[in-house]
Nanobody, 125 residues
Framework: EVQLVESGGGLVQAGGSLRLSCVASEFTFDVYGVGWFRQAPGKEREGIGCISLPDGRPLYADSVQGRFTISSDNAKNTVYLQMDSLKPEDTAVYYC??????????????????WGQGTQVTVSS
């Protein structure tokens, strides 16, 4: 069972930056990738990016393309979400998720079977 813990959330002004971390209990050969999701009050959970662990290839949603960067440090079992040029509409609870399903990962929650508890990000205007 892969356990995930997010950290790094907080309050930031518009235009600022935050870096979220997702630490996994293990990155075994069964973990095919890690995704980042967010959910604002009253809205559905949105996939914003993911990274394929075998090759480190990232994929981003249009809403964050060019502003957010996902990277991984496999030696530390950690995936990062660097968020720059933050906007008030980025305010949400951010989750990381891991997939041990042997299929190409994407931005849909159903593609992931292990989830962290979430961390709040609030961007003030």
């Amino acid at each position: 069972e892969v356990q995930l813990v997010e950290s790094g959330g907080g309050l930031v002004q518009a235009g600022g930056s935050l870096r979220l971390s997702c630490v996994a209990s293990e990155f075994t050969f069964d973990v095919y990738g890690v995704g980042w999701f967010r959910q604002a009050p009253g809205k559905e959970r949105e996939g914003i990016g993911c990274i394929s662990l075998p090759d480190g290839r990232p994929l981003y949603a249009d809403s964050v393309q060019g502003r957010f960067t996902i990277s991984s440090d496999n030696a530390k079992n950690t995936v990062y979400l660097q968020m720059d040029s933050l906007k008030p509409e980025d305010t949400a609870v951010y989750y990381c998720a891991a997939s041990t399903i042997p299929l190409r990962i994407g931005l849909f929650p159903a593609e992931y079977n292990h989830w962290g508890q979430g961390t709040q990000v609030t961007v003030s205007s």
